[in-house]
């Protein structure tokens, strides 16, 4: 990891003058965005993102940077760079987080968001802006999940054990016609391998859930206590992750203007004792974030979010996704995810830490993580 607090003078200086800049300016002018500042906000995003942009991004940046407090949202900030007109050459966002480490709830900044005009690229801007936040945070925590992204974030933070990839083929038409293309023309044969992977999904999500009631929570409201507790309860057990609430988890998923997720409850004699938050992306399932109640037995952990992985997954395939995903480090999510038929895959996936006090980075170091999909920006 590069050391924020030798580098970054070096590569202010660098990147100031690239600019046409004093090094001064360019480090007093790296500031949060104001709401009249979306508009340039929106155009360098439209620049970077090129044909990606397929949503209402304006929504989305709304949303994720300017909601009203009364939405139970975090105090999340986007920081810019501007030129001499006042165009935005690169931005970076920060969301507020609590993280449990060992025993405590320590405050955490989650890097997110992170553009860079492509007419500055290549000079170290979105370097610079990750070690400037470093600079001002006593924790950051961030992604690399793109060739980009992840070769950027190994490079001047600390990087975790990468999180693992899960995979299960839920419609079998695209794996039939690259394996066996003759037989995929088979009239009837695709749909007759559906037919049994709909009846395997079946029955495993009736097999899980015996004893305990799966439904589909469309508020959080009444479960801010049962909430609080499975947090609590994963803590106590050693894990390191960001702190869940009701409130926090209602804001990201419920009311996110760009995805449409769902929230899956598992209930023992009424009481919640896991949740699952899934969504699609275009005929992609993901099984994005979870919880449980850590003060069960490790065999009851692991059946509840089976059953839960196993309902959400068969949602998913009526919905249409041709595979479902997950990634992970940690938990009982792992071997959930084996007994419900997935496969571990291999791609380049790091979540890496800075911290200013040697010490901190120490404990974070050797933690013992709990990370999902949950952990990246890509709402």
């Known amino acids: 990891m590069v050391a924020a607090n030798a580098d970054l003078p070096r590569l202010t200086r660098v990147l100031a003058r690239l600019l046409g800049r004093d090094d001064h300016a360019l480090t007093s002018g790296f500031t949060p965005a104001l709401a009249t500042e979306v508009p340039n906000v929106l155009a360098l995003r439209a620049r970077v993102l090129a044909r990606e942009l397929t949503w209402d991004d304006e929504a989305f940046l709304r949303w994720r940077y300017f909601s009203e407090p009364a939405a ?59 070690l400037a ?21 190994r490079r001047v933070f600390q990087p975790l054990p990468e999180r693992h990839s899960w995979k299960l083929l839920v419609r079998s038409h695209d794996f039939l016609a690259r394996r066996t293309p003759r037989l995929a023309e088979v009239p009837g044969i695709a749909r007759g391998a559906d037919a049994l992977l709909g009846a395997g999904r079946i029955a ?48 990201r998923y419920l009311a996110n203007p760009r995805r449409r997720y769902q929230i899956w409850g598992a209930r023992r004699r009424g009481k919640l004792v896991g949740l699952l ?17 850590a003060d069960q037995p490790e065999s009851e952990r692991i059946r509840v979010l089976c059953a839960l992985f ?25 071997a959930a995810a084996s007994r419900v038929g997935m496969r571990q895959r291999q791609e380049r996936d790091t979540v890496a830490f800075a911290a200013r006090e040697p010490g901190r980075a120490r404990e974070l170091g050797q933690a013992r993580w709990f990370l999902t999909l949950g952990d990246s920006d890509d709402d």
Do not use: C
């Not at 970076?92 to 480490?101: A, M």
């Not at 909430?227 to 992750?241: E, N, P, V, W």
């Not at 969504?279 to 099984?287: H, I, K, P």
């Open 133 to 153: 936040l470093q600079d001002r945070n006593d924790v950051g925590l961030a992604i690399g999940a793109t060739n980009d992204s992840y070769n950027l974030v």
């Open 277 to 293: 938050v899934s969504r699609s992306v275009a005929e992609r399932g993901e099984l994005v974030d979870w919880m449980w109640d």
């Open 72 to 130: 139970a949202a975090p105090d999340n900030r986007l920081f810019l760079v501007r030129g001499k007109e006042g165009e935005v050459l690169g931005s970076l966002g920060i969301e507020p987080q609590r993280l449990h480490l060992n025993g405590e709830v320590i405050p955490a900044a989650r890097f997110m968001d992170i553009m860079v005009d492509p007419r500055v690229h290549g000079m170290g801007l979105g370097a610079w802006m990750n």
């Open 310 to 334: 196993a309902s959400a997954i068969d949602h998913l395939a009526r919905q249409g996704a041709v595979t479902v995903w997950l990634r992970t480090l940690g938990s009982p999510g792992e």
């Open 204 to 251: 495993l999500a009736l097999g899980f859930s015996i004893g305990l009631e799966i439904d589909r929570l469309h508020g959080l409201g009444r479960e801010e206590g049962a909430i609080a507790d499975m947090d609590r309860s994963m803590a106590r057990s050693g894990f390191t992750f960001s702190q869940r609430t009701a409130g926090y988890l209602a804001w």
